[in-house]
């Protein structure tokens, strides 16, 4: 029954619209309820049953990671990243010891550390040292995503290029599309990034060249499409193509409109528009700019997964 709503909280909050509101709806339960059971089972006798409460409870800390950092709790974010890795060691469980440092390479990102970031994420790469399985390449390429983003978050284009390339690359065509460990892991999401890294580096006209050859119906999380919508919004952006810009923003407010109230990226492009856009274009950026709130509250980090 836990494991059963702990992954129906993960699918709302990859697919829901107002995933922010019904995981707010949702999480507070369940974190009691997986807690009480963890307490229950360690104290217990059936070894079966503690290793998959304890896989439960590494599963969501993983989202709580995520939508605490999504928040604009970081501090909560790496406690939850903490207690997952916590979990998933008790459950003598690889792939999970994986994931759970997976999140704690992203909750670094966050904090604006990104050596280490790539640290975490390239010792536990390592320790999947010849991945034989699908889930294991996954896992291992998830990780080499991580260490990508450092690189590009300390402006080592080349870097973030080759490891990108080399690395994660060769693991998504082994592993296939999938969502080993809630990471949407697979030749698209290394797609996704090296966008990203054309965006990060100004280097627009590359960037949607990139785009181009993207095609994100087979993503299985919103929250991954949004981040290519707002990353081609942003190369627009780049060459001041203020229709194409709004075009984009409006997509993205239909996709994922609680998302799109919480991007810093998505509130400063609206900024930029309502200063320099055009009197053809003024009142459709005005009426989206109140529909989110932009004046009333602040944004939240960015930052895929």
Not at 19 to 30: G, K, Q, W
Request: charged share 30%.
């Amino acid at each position: 029954m836990l494991r059963e709503r702990v992954e129906a909280a993960w699918r709302t909050w990859q697919t829901s619209q107002n995933r922010f509101t019904e995981s707010a709806r949702i999480l507070p339960d369940l974190l009691t309820d997986v807690e009480h059971a963890v307490r229950s089972y360690r104290a217990g006798t059936d070894p079966v049953a503690r290793r998959e409460t304890l896989r439960t409870a590494a599963d969501l800390y993983g989202l709580l990671r995520s939508y605490c950092r999504r928040t604009g709790r970081i501090d909560l974010s790496l406690l939850v990243a903490d207690r997952a890795l916590r979990a998933a060691e008790d459950a003598d469980d690889p792939l999970r010891i994986a994931g759970a440092q997976w999140n704690l390479g992203h909750v670094l990102l966050a904090q604006n550390e990104s050596e280490g970031a790539e640290q975490v994420a390239t010792l536990a790469a390592e320790q999947i040292q010849t991945p034989k399985t699908p889930d294991e390449h996954a896992m291992a390429g998830a990780l080499e995503l991580v260490a990508v983003t450092a690189h590009a978050r300390r402006r080592n284009w080349w870097a973030a290029r080759t490891r990108l390339e080399r690395k994660a690359l060769p693991k998504a065509k082994a592993a296939g599309e999938g969502n080993v460990g809630w990471t949407v892991f697979g030749p698209t999401n290394v797609d996704l990034h090296a966008l990203s890294i054309e965006m990060l580096a100004g280097e627009a006209v590359e960037g949607l060249r990139c785009a181009d050859r993207v095609d994100i119906s087979c993503l299985p999380s919103l929250e991954r499409q949004f981040t290519f919508l707002l990353d081609i919004a942003r190369c627009y952006d780049l060459r001041r193509e203020d229709a194409a810009v709004l075009v984009h923003l409006l997509d993205l407010e239909q996709l994922a409109p609680e998302d799109v109230a919480r991007s810093p990226l998505a509130r400063q492009m609206l900024t930029d528009l309502r200063r320099r856009v055009r009197p053809t274009y003024r009142r459709q950026v005005e009426v989206l700019i109140d529909r989110i709130g932009l004046d009333e509250a602040p944004g939240l980090p960015d930052n895929p997964a």
